[in-house]
């Protein structure tokens, strides 16, 4: 009796076996810095993922209507994925950055302050000196 080599019964059996993604999200794995790495680094890269991330989980839905537990796998694959692409969006969208605004220093403070200061150290150095016994007696007394 001669053995018949067994047929994939769908599709996606008889394709070849896409590459093992960990997910982003998957922190035994990897260090934040690593994460921080792999992640989208921009809105516009989230959002390409996300959009890969929901095309591949529908055609895993599709596939999953035959019930082979394959398909099902794949489908809980596809869906953990696209759970991931949809919430690193989500903080990609909400987490809008907001400009300071940085006012340039005004020239006349600069001026007024240089000033300032320059007056204050000639009221040190420069001290008027009182006049004579009189004043200095004036000055004990007075304490000015």
């Not at 076996?17 to 998957?26: E, I």
């Amino acid at each position: 009796m001669k053995r018949r080599a067994a047929e994939p019964e769908t599709k996606a059996a008889a394709a070849a076996p896409a590459p093992v993604v960990q997910s982003s999200l998957d922190t035994t794995a990897h260090s934040a810095l690593a994460q921080r790495l792999v992640g989208p680094h921009s809105p516009e890269e989230a959002e390409a993922r996300y959009v890969a991330a929901r095309d591949a989980w529908t055609k895993a839905m599709r596939a999953a209507s035959s019930g082979r537990p394959a398909d099902l796998a794949t489908l809980a694959l596809t869906q953990e994925t696209y759970e991931a692409a949809a919430t690193e969006r989500e903080r990609w969208l909400t987490s809008g950055r907001m400009a300071i605004p940085i006012q340039p220093d005004e020239p006349h403070r600069a001026v007024e302050a240089a000033v300032g200061q320059e007056m204050a150290w000639r009221r040190v150095r420069h001290h008027e000196k009182a006049p004579g016994f009189l004043g200095r007696i004036k000055k004990r007394i007075t304490g000015r």
